[in-house]
């Protein structure tokens, strides 16, 4: 098949108008494809815009490529149009159809506009000639490159995934609308951020100290000279006084004495006087001597001795009896406490003042005695008579914290409450006084027994004062303990004076400080924990005492014996029953009520046979008697130290020891007496 030469057009013009003086092309419904369905009936068709239509550019249509030769054992492809009177098939290739020659190009249809179309209608092409199209304007070039917000050149994107047929456009200087990009962030060009609510507060502050009037200030007068003062006009009304002037609100000094304010001179001493003789002191000495008294004796004989002040025997006597006494007057024990006892008794709680009532005790307590340690006592009596110790708090374990004047008018305190109330009278008073924390034999210890080891060391749970009485001694004391007795959870009010009155080391036998420094023993010994917890005696259970033996001289912390609880029956010893007295100078007229009583020893006889009453021996100082352990009675039997009371219906004080037996062998007698102590029989 020969080959059919295309003609060559030089302009589309030329192209399109041969197209449409062929009028053999038609085109050949296809036998193998359906038609397409009709479009829905809500579905517009496709339109083009008016800016796809108005194109300034020419843009010529590309050649097609060459048709690549048929592949083997492959469906061929529809029958392309053919022109009328063009051969189907070469003749001399038979089986294979050769691909026939391409007629000549239909001519395009002219478009029409959206507005023209329906849903149901077909565009079909007509025969129109084309119309001209204006002539291209030459591209300006750009002198300089601009930013993105250039109007002069605005590109906009080419190809959407909404419509992938429509073709990008370029406009220079178009009048039509387009889309307006955003411009570019600057930071300064964002508008203000509205003020703050402390920006708003400091701003109205401004504005009314801004509108605020200013205080009118008095003019200032010089102060150098008085004020000259108009004369009085004669009225009825006399004149006031002239104003002074008014200070300075500050220390900025005043104009006018800015200018006449001169550089501060030495300070000068005004001139002695012209007769003046400064005289010279004790050191610097006197040239001149003084005179000699004219009645002065000869140098040889001294001055003679005045004879009528000279003290007799009796006025030395006295003066040697009452340094006697003042010296036995230190002893604690012995010493006579009536007079701060009674003030002590005067001021109870509900007369105090609600305002510093630690100041008024310590001056109606305190003030009436010039020696400290009467003040100390003073106040530990107070104590005793005002303070009761709180039972509910201790044993329901929910003990409050309080301050010393709460605890003065609540009337209660544990032993801690108790020791700041006295040290804090105590320090108004001007004594020196310290609360020491430590451990006490109180309610809840129990000794240890024989062969136990001691517990490890805890010196808390307990409270006490030291205070400096007279010459500087330090005394250990506790107002709690003094108060009274806590027992079957209930508080006993009775007062122990000895609680002021032992001396340092008894009282360290029931107290351990949790600071060492805290002993203030005389021998300056250091107790250990062990020491301390296991008692004079280790492993021995105290006898149980009564509270009368204090009051009537006889000690019971230290100086008896037997000083263990329980006796053993059968050891075949002699068992010493001695005690001694509190203080060597406490006497029973003096100190006490009155005659001693007589001290009797109860025992069961041999296996308990045979009860008796055994008198004690006594030298005015101590107390004993000797008895087999076998007469003492047979084991679980109690032994017991009785004082007598009452004899024969009368006061029984002062009765001797041939007395007693006397009254016992007479026959008939009544006896009552008092038990002090007791023991127990193994």
């Known amino acids: ?92 290739t038979p089986g294979v159809v050769s691909p026939p020659t391409l007629p000549d190009r239909p001519p395009l249809p002219s478009r029409k506009t959206t507005a023209e179309q329906t849903p149901t209608q077909t565009p079909t092409p007509r025969a129109t000639p084309t119309p001209t199209l204006p002539p291209r304007r030459p591209t300006r070039q750009l002198h300089s490159r601009r930013g993105s917000n250039s109007s002069e050149i605005s590109h906009i ?118 007769a003046f003789v400064r005289p010279k002191t004790l050191l610097e000495g006197s040239p001149r001597t003084p005179p000699l008294p004219p009645n002065r004796p000869g140098r040889g004989s001294p001055p003679p001795v005045p004879v009528s002040s000279r003290p007799s025997r009796g ?170 007795s806590v027992g079957d959870e209930k508080y006993h009010k009775h007062f122990n004076p000895k609680m002021f009155t032992m001396s340092n080391e008894q009282f360290g036998l029931s107290h351990f400080p949790g600071n060492e420094k805290y002993f203030y023993r005389e021998d300056r010994r250091i107790l250990s924990w062990e020491e301390y917890i296991s008692g004079p005696v280790p492993g021995a259970e105290k006898p149980q005492w009564s509270g009368g033996p204090p009051e009537e001289g006889i000690s019971d912390v230290v100086g008896y014996s037997p000083a263990e609880r329980h006796i053993p029956v059968y050891s075949g010893e002699v068992v010493r029953f001695q005690f001694q007295k509190v203080c060597e100078h406490w006497t029973h007229e003096r100190n006490g009520k009155g005659p001693p009583y007589l001290l009797l020893l109860k025992i069961h006889g041999a296996d308990g046979r045979k009860e008796d ?22 084991p679980g039997m109690k032994v017991q130290l009785f004082a007598l009371t009452v004899l024969n219906g009368q006061d029984a004080r002062g009765v001797t020891k041939d007395a007693y037996y006397k009254t016992k062998a007479s026959g008939g007698y009544s006896m009552a007496w008092a038990i002090w102590c007791t023991w127990e029989l193994v």
């Not at 057009?9 to 399109?16: E, M, N, Q, T, V």
């Not at 012995?334 to 100041?359: E, I, K, N």
């Open 315 to 484: 006025e030395i006597g006295a003066v040697t009896v009452r340094a006697a006494a003042n010296k036995a007057a230190v002893c604690m024990v012995c010493r006579d406490f009536s007079g701060p006892d009674g003030v002590a008794a005067q001021y109870p709680t509900h007369v105090l003042p609600r305002h510093d009532p630690v100041g008024y005790l310590a001056n109606v307590l305190c003030g009436p005695f010039p020696s400290a340690t009467d003040k100390a006592r003073a106040i530990f009596t107070w104590s005793h008579h005002n303070i009761a110790y709180n039972v509910e708090e201790f044993f329901g374990k929910c003990v409050k914290g309080r301050n010393v004047d709460d605890t003065i008018f609540l009337g209660k305190a544990v032993c801690q409450g108790y020791a700041e109330v006295y040290q804090a009278i105590a320090q108004r008073a001007g004594l020196q006084c310290v609360v020491i924390g430590g451990h006490g034999k109180g309610y809840g210890y129990t000794p240890l027994t024989r062969g136990q080891a001691p517990p490890p060391k805890n010196a808390t749970g307990h409270a006490w004062n030291a205070v400096c009485i007279d010459d500087g001694e330090w005394k250990l004391l506790d107002a709690c303990w003094g108060a009274g």
């Open 1 to 92: 098949m020969a080959d059919v030469e295309e003609p060559q057009f030089s302009s589309l013009a030329d192209r399109i108008a041969a197209l449409n003086k062929q009028k053999n092309f038609t085109a050949p419904l296809p036998a193998t494809k359906r038609a397409p369905p009709p479009p829905p009936p809500n579905k517009q068709p496709f339109q083009h815009s008016t800016e796809e239509v108005r194109d300034d550019s020419v843009q010529e249509s590309p050649s097609l490529p060459a048709r690549p030769p048929p592949r083997p054992n492959r469906r061929e492809p529809p029958a392309i149009p053919q022109r009328t009177g063009t051969p189907r098939a070469s003749a001399t």
């Open 157 to 274: 994107s080419s190809i959407s995934n909404l419509s992938l047929s429509r073709a990008s456009t370029t406009s220079v200087d178009s009048l039509a609308p387009r889309r307006v990009l955003a411009p570019a962030f600057d930071q300064a060009k964002l508008p203000p951020l509205p003020p703050s609510r402390g920006e708003r507060e400091a701003l109205a502050a401004k504005q009314a100290e801004r509108e605020r009037p200013e205080p009118i200030k008095p003019p200032l007068i010089a102060t150098r000279s008085a004020p000259a003062v108009p004369p009085n006009e004669p009225s009825g009304r006399p004149s006031l006084p002239p104003r002074l002037p008014t200070r300075p609100s500050s220390r900025t000094p005043i104009p006018e004495q800015v200018e006449d304010a001169r550089p501060a001179m030495p300070r000068r001493l005004p001139p002695p006087a012209s």
């Open 613 to 634: 009453l055994v008198p004690l021996d006594t030298d005015g100082y101590w107390w004993w008697v000797d008895v087999p352990a076998r007469d003492l009675g047979a």
